[in-house]
């Protein structure tokens, strides 16, 4: 990591790079100049859709209101000509589809990475092809309810109407890459747990499409991640209201472009990020197959690189907290207070490690790997008279931690080194939070000064080694990226936490039978 940049190519000196990150509960666009400082921000919260229990959907035009208003709001406060915004790079959130008909129009809402409906089908493909085909094939250790395949088989047995009309599958970057430049394309970071991608060939598996009743026809193109689509359509301009020669860069998965934005770039990097969802990536140069079947190996946005990549609710769990039960909070940020999570986070810090005893389990939409289980269920268990809100903030946070420990655990099992955590996302801007990970892994956990905006960075970062600005991805962190702080594990809480991962464990072990 080093100093900012001194210097970017003759042609692009002045111009700027526009970036959005499409996230589960908020839209960030951020704006970056040729050395990779950041000139401007902005964020959008938005609710996502639970019209069931288990379902997250949202409308697509509500995508499109964000995209337009976040990154109108990014652009007025960096005041600068729209004209010299050269490029556009996108980093989006994990699996959630769109589905058009022949008009090019929706279908149907969306449905986000996060739905769980699809339990029954994804059950049906792993007893149809059987988890090692199914590894050996996309890299996934199963078949998860999570991913598309499982979702467009629910389609065709609840929603034929709609499946059988479905003209075109797009996840989120690749739905707006075809707003803004009218090409249908698809970055390999974003197929790779799709469940119909091949991480070997780097391709359709045509037997699992035949499977689920699709066609190559109704997928976009495959590119690889930070690759340049297009550039705008002057309708597209007119819309979103951009220069007409920006070119759009379908940039990747937001767990992708993330530790980019980090500089989480070589072989035996290790990161997390805390946002809506806990992601964890560790950077491999070689396919990772875990025989355990726990852990599920992805395409990086690096060439030839992988990510041994595990996932779980994290940020979600104290949105859900914050909105539910912190109107207090809510009302004194609304006059001018602290931040509502500031609040919570102070809240937490007067609390001993443990929690006094309150433990919390943070599946509001399934686990994740290496606890793979859809139908696990969030919860709090061991209260008593005695504990406060505040006991409850640190448990939720501590149980995003167990989950922290498990993946690191399954991770150097396969003899992957973890020696330090480089932390971004929303948690990465917790002070308590980022120490509890330290305390609980024993090991340093790292935030970089760009942490706020990482995912944007590295968006921007691949569209400006794409539009020529610096000759490749490792030379642009190098000179961008700078820690900020690094978090020592503190020996003495290492022996609670030890204690909590046990109870953690025990706990899932207990409650799988009764999870629905």
């Keep these: 990591m ?19 990150d499409m996230g589960t509960t908020a839209f960030k666009s ?28 949202m ?48 279908l149907r809402p969306a449905i986000l990475w996060c739905d769980t409906r699809a339990l029954k089908e994804a059950e049906e493909i792993v007893d149809a092809f059987g988890c090692a085909t199914i590894q050996n094939h996309t890299g996934q250790v199963g078949c998860d309810a999570l991913w598309p395949g499982a979702k ?22 690749g739905y707006f890459a075809y707003l803004l430049t009218g090409k249908m394309a698809e970055d390999d970071s974003i197929l790779g747990s799709s469940i119909y991608w091949n991480i070997n060939t780097r391709q359709y598996w045509e037997e699992m499409l035949e499977y689920i009743g699709i066609t190559k026809a109704q997928l976009p193109e495959i590119v690889r991640p930070g690759s340049i ?76 690189l992988y990510m041994v990549h595990a996932y779980s609710t994290g940020g979600m769990y104290m949105k859900w907290f914050r909105d539910t039960f912190g109107e207090m909070e809510l009302m004194k940020e609304g006059v001018g ?61 501590e149980s995003v931690v167990m989950v922290l420990c498990r993946i690191i655990e399954a991770t150097e099992a396969l003899d992957i080194s973890v020696d330090r955590i480089i932390s971004f996302g929303g948690g990465a801007l917790s002070p308590v939070w980022c120490q509890m990970k330290a305390d609980a892994t024993g090991k340093d956990v790292v935030t970089t000064k760009n942490n706020k905006s990482a995912g944007c960075l590295g968006a921007g970062i691949l569209a400006g080694v794409a539009c020529g600005i610096w000759d490749s991805v490792e030379e642009a962190c190098d000179q961008i990226i700078q820690e900020e702080r690094v978090y020592h594990p503190d020996p003495m809480h290492k022996p609670t936490y030890d204690e909590l991962l046990a109870r953690y464990k025990h706990l899932m072990e207990c409650l799988e039978p009764v999870f629905q």
């Design 2 to 20: 080093g100093e900012s940049m001194t210097g970017g190519k003759n042609q692009v000196e002045g111009k700027y790079i526009l970036t959005i």
């Design 30 to 57: 951020a704006i970056f100049d040729c050395r990779g400082r950041e000139v401007s921000s902005a964020t959008e919260e938005y609710q996502i859709q639970t019209p069931q229990p288990g379902w997250a959907e």
């Design 59 to 106: 409308d697509p035009d509500r995508y499109i209101d964000l995209f337009q208003n976040v990154i109108a709001k990014a652009i007025e406060k960096a005041q600068v000509p729209k004209t010299q915004l050269i490029t556009l790079g996108i980093s989006v959130q994990g699996e959630t589809s769109v589905f058009l008909d022949a008009d090019k129009k929706s």
């Design 152 to 173: 467009l088989l629910w389609l065709k047995k609840h929603e034929p109407g709609v499946f059988g009309n479905i003209a075109h599958i797009l996840q989120l970057n």
């Design 229 to 304: 689509v297009g550039t705008i359509t002057k309708a597209a301009s007119k819309q979103f209201d951009l220069p007409e020669n920006l070119t759009v860069n379908i940039g990747g998965s937001d767990l992708a472009c993330g530790p980019v934005g980090t500089g989480a770039i070589r072989p035996g990097n290790f990161s997390d990020s805390t946002g809506s969802s806990l992601c964890t990536m560790a950077m491999a140069d070689h396919i990772v197959r875990d025989p355990t079947r726990q852990m599920p190996c992805y395409c990086s946005v690096m060439p030839d």
């Design 337 to 397: 207070g602290l931040n509502a999570f500031d609040q919570l986070d102070l809240m937490a810090a007067e609390v001993p490690a443990g929690s006094d005893g309150l433990i919390a389990l943070p599946h509001l939409q399934g686990s994740g790997p290496p606890d793979l289980n859809a139908n696990a269920r969030a919860c709090f268990f061991g209260m008593t008279i005695a504990h406060g809100k505040e006991h409850f903030v640190r448990a939720i946070m």
